[in-house]
């Protein structure tokens, strides 16, 4: 066996002397070492993505989400199946991690585990694994037989395989549909990868539960709407997350959460959507309520309610963060309003009203707002004009009036700004420009 070509393996340069250092001098190295984990993960996300979609695959199919490996990897391959059964309400059948060795090799090693193809084959075959699963084998050597014996029956049964390891040209990645092969350099303490290796895929493993739940609409926004509360510390995190999706009090929260007998997701569909329990359930089982849809109305239906209603916006628009809007009266509208609505991130002012919802969000709630108003966007709102027509304005007349008001509040807002502010803007007004100068005269330096 030749480990001399494995990363994992190779003596790390910034390490040497590590018994002569003082306990300061070690945790230093040591936290420096570690902020190259997460580097190398994100270097990695190109294959990373395929895999969490595949996962979202099988979910959807009713298939499930098979860790395996040996020692620290099949540690937290057990780990992260673990936490899914609080964090986002799954059966413990859903995410499984397997170890060489069993359940005993949790915390003893057991002798020969990891170096058994067979005893890898045997356990997908007790776990009567399908073509609707996926298998992602965890090794940080990349080369742990225990995984490879695993990863040729799951192909012959025809199940999705992916592979975690910590090496480049991994020999487990051979055997894998959608290998993940991250480098995170030597390891602090020579060939010890529960340090480095062990972090890096424990993130990686991160990734690939959460991002795949939320694919499936475990997640309302960023809340866990499937968290189950099994402590006091869960019950009120429940409550809090109730209150956070609807806008709800306290009281309230707790009222549903009761009579939801603790199902966080039915509360809050109990709240948003006016109806009993049977109701709410009936909708979550026909599918006829989507999380997702409803947090998007939610903002745009705020916006146009902080802008004084959808007859006061003459177009909608947006860039990558950010709804923009062409408003009649700015009188009508409440900014602080605005920045109080759950997934409004900023406001700004300028030529155009612009609220900030961020990069995910920017495009759906723009067009659920253009929706709402029978438009494309881009296109003038289709406003009664009768009122208009009266006063005897035409549509010249309203484009005038709008630049007036626009330039009348640019020049309030100025005439507001603090006497401090207004000497400094003086002072540079003066000094600015003769900075030049007095860097050609030597005053100051280049």
Do not use: W
Request: contains cysteine.
């Amino acid at each position: 066996m030749n480990l001399e070509n494995l990363t994992t393996e190779r003596r790390n340069e910034n390490t040497m002397g590590l018994d002569e250092m003082s306990v300061k001098e070690a945790l230093q190295k040591m936290n420096q070492e570690d902020q190259k984990v997460a580097m190398a993960v994100g270097q990695e996300l190109a294959a990373i993505e395929p895999v969490v979609e595949a996962i979202i695959k099988s979910f959807n199919q009713g298939g499930r989400l098979i860790y395996m490996g040996a020692g620290t990897s099949g540690r937290l391959g057990v780990l992260d199946a673990a936490e899914c059964v609080p964090t986002f309400g799954v059966e413990p059948e859903m995410v499984q991690g397997l170890i060489a060795g069993g359940q005993k090799a949790m915390t003893v090693a057991v002798e020969g585990a990891e170096d058994s193809k067979e005893l890898g084959r045997q356990d997908l075959v007790d776990l009567k694994l399908s073509a609707n699963d996926i298998v992602v084998g965890i090794a940080a050597s990349g080369r742990t037989p225990y995984v490879i014996g695993g990863l040729e029956y799951a192909t012959t049964v025809g199940a999705a395989t992916a592979t975690v390891a910590c090496n480049k040209n991994a020999e487990i990645s051979k055997y894998a549909q959608m290998p993940i092969e991250v480098d995170a350099g030597p390891e602090f303490l020579t060939g010890s990868t529960r340090l480095k290796s062990g972090t890096a895929q424990k993130l990686i493993l991160n990734m690939l539960s959460t991002i795949s739940m939320i694919g499936i609409g475990k997640v309302y926004n960023n809340l866990m709407v499937d968290v189950k509360p099994t402590n006091e510390k869960l019950v009120e995190r429940s409550k809090r997350i109730i209150m956070e999706a609807t806008g709800c009090s306290y009281e309230v929260a707790e009222l549903k959460f009761v009579e939801a007998e603790e199902n966080v997701k039915l509360a809050i569909v109990m709240i948003l959507t006016d109806s009993t329990k049977e109701e709410a359930t009936q909708k979550l089982i026909e599918g006829c309520f989507n999380m997702a849809e409803e947090r998007i109305k939610r903002i745009a239906d705020g916006i146009y309610k902080e802008v004084g209603g959808q007859e006061n916006v003459d177009k909608v628009i947006h860039c990558m963060t950010r709804v923009r809007m062409d408003i009649r009266d700015y009188d009508k509208v409440d900014i602080e309003g605005l920045k109080k609505i759950d997934g409004v991130m900023g406001v700004v002012e300028d030529d155009t009203l612009q609220v900030v919802v961020g990069p995910g969000t920017v495009n759906k709630v723009a067009q659920e707002m253009v929706d709402q108003a029978g438009v494309k966007l881009g296109e003038p709102f289709n406003h009664d004009t009768a009122t208009d027509a009266a006063a005897g304005k035409s549509g010249k007349d309203l484009v005038e009036e709008k630049a007036a008001q626009m330039k009348a509040q640019q020049k309030a807002k100025q005439n507001n700004t603090s006497p401090f502010k207004k000497v400094l803007k003086a002072i540079s007004s003066i000094f600015v420009p003769m900075i030049p100068a007095f860097v050609g005269a030597g005053i100051i330096g280049g």
